[in-house]
């Protein structure tokens, strides 16, 4: 796939864009990796201005420039920025709302920032609609012109891995003027680009699949042009603080630069983990966006290349107890919370999410890593019950 940019022109695909982290080099050593930032404070020109543009830390950092540039050209977007966390960048978005107003968010979606929507942002004034967004008369229904301001989708949804129709939620959405924000977190820029789709906001948490080795906490926006409700996002971060230390900056850059191949690999070992497990006799069903008789497997197809994610579920024969007993008899795989990790991650996930979680309590998530497939099999294999 060739990218398109609306920002400037960068005639090579992805796979090269990340290995060379768009081919920047150091104007000043010549270096092939580019220098950390570590001034929190930057000196005004001799007409009192800021040459540079660099003010201070708390807002910007020269360090984040060459991940956003390169999160813009994987995303297709104009601007992005770099965030502290995922949450951060999740949270910036509706903060970035006004109290009153309406947002459709999805039914199924990561736990954390439904339980910040349901016990900060319901109390700061803002009005939700939580919405099973696999149906399109729903989202259609929950819209309230003049009033949603916002359609938060979160696509694969975790931990379902529920699949939502970009192109059919943009176009509903953007009838009653309301923004679409993607948490594409799950599906990487790899495999789904929101905004060529017609979505306005895409969200990572760059701690998970763009980084990729469990060692940085980040998160990222990316848009598809410039406006004041952007503008407003990023003053958010920039008085809040909500911003990465140089340091993990640049570490997340140096791991995208083998996003490609991991991302790759990852779907690959994912895909036969699916297909092997939904044959054996104690996992009662198997979520992934790959199996032809997921419910989204079509819509996935539609909108995603390359691949269907390193992410999948299991449902296990027994219950709570004998999913917790499964997670708890792996030796491979390890059992921690997060994903996108180059290492393999299984979890429980209806203890981590407590009452009033969708998540069936007999459901075991599975963030797929890069290992060898076959001892992943083997592992869950002689973790599962032979009864
Ligand atoms: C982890 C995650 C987040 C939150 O990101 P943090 O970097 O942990 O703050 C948001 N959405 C999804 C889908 C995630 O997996």
């Given at each position: 796939m060739t990218i398109k940019t609306t920002s400037f022109s960068y005639p090579y695909s992805s796979a090269t864009a990340v290995a060379q982290a768009l081919g920047t080099i150091d104007k000043e050593s010549q270096g092939v990796v580019l220098p950390i930032h570590v001034a929190t404070t930057y000196i005004r020109g001799v007409d009192?201005?800021?040459?540079?543009?660099?003010?201070?830390?708390?807002?910007?950092?020269?360090?984040?420039?060459?991940?956003?540039?390169?999160?813009?050209?994987?995303?297709?977007?104009?601007?992005?920025?770099?965030?502290?966390?995922?949450?951060?960048?999740?949270?910036?978005?509706?903060?970035?709302?006004?109290?009153g107003d309406h947002v459709i968010v999805p039914h199924i979606m990561y736990w954390a920032l439904r339980h910040w929507l349901l016990n900060f942002a319901k109390d700061w004034g803002l009005q939700f609609s939580f919405v099973d967004m696999t149906q399109l008369h729903l989202v259609k229904q929950a819209m309230q012109p003049g009033k949603t301001k916002l359609v938060w989708l979160e696509t694969p949804g975790n931990p379902l891995w529920t699949i939502s129709d970009?192109?059919?939620?943009?176009?509903?959405?953007?009838?009653?003027?309301?923004?679409?924000?993607?948490?594409?977190?799950?599906?990487?820029?790899?495999?789904?680009?929101?905004?060529?789709?017609?979505?306005?906001?895409?969200?990572?948490?760059?701690?998970k699949y763009l980084n990729g080795h469990s060692d940085v906490i980040a998160g990222a926006l990316i848009t598809a042009a410039d406006h004041p409700y952007w503008q407003r996002i990023?003053?958010?971060?920039?008085?809040?603080?909500?911003?990465?230390?140089?340091?993990?900056?640049?570490?997340?850059?140096?791991?995208?630069?083998?996003?490609?191949?991991r991302v790759k690999a990852a779907c690959e070992n994912a895909l036969f983990l699916a297909e092997q497990l939904q044959q054996h006799p104690q996992i009662k069903a198997v979520l992934y966006p790959g199996l032809p008789n997921f419910a989204g497997y079509e819509v996935a197809c539609k909108q995603m290349s390359g691949g269907f994610g390193g992410m999948l579920s299991i449902q296990v024969v027994g219950g709570e107890a004998a999913a917790i007993h499964v997670a708890a008899n792996t030796k491979l795989w390890k059992r921690a919370t997060s994903l996108g990790g180059v290492e393999s991650l299984i979890e429980h996930r209806a203890s981590v999410e407590g009452a009033g979680t969708p998540c069936p309590s007999d459901l075991l998530r599975l963030s797929a890593g890069i290992e060898d497939k076959h001892e992943l099999l083997a592992d869950l294999l002689q973790a599962l019950p032979s009864r």
């Open positions: 009192n201005s800021y040459p540079t543009g660099n003010v201070y830390s708390r807002a910007d950092n020269p360090t984040y420039k060459p991940v956003e540039q390169l999160l813009c050209q994987l995303e297709q977007g104009e601007q992005a920025l770099l965030f502290s966390s995922g949450m951060a960048a999740a949270t910036s978005v509706f903060l970035a709302l006004q109290p970009i192109t059919e939620i943009v176009a509903l959405a953007h009838q009653a003027d309301a923004w679409v924000a993607v948490d594409s977190t799950c599906a990487t820029p790899i495999l789904s680009q929101p905004l060529a789709l017609g979505a306005d906001i895409v969200m990572h948490s760059a701690t990023r003053s958010i971060r920039a008085q809040l603080g909500a911003v990465p230390s140089p340091y993990d900056a640049a570490q997340l850059l140096r791991g995208m630069r083998t996003l490609h191949l």
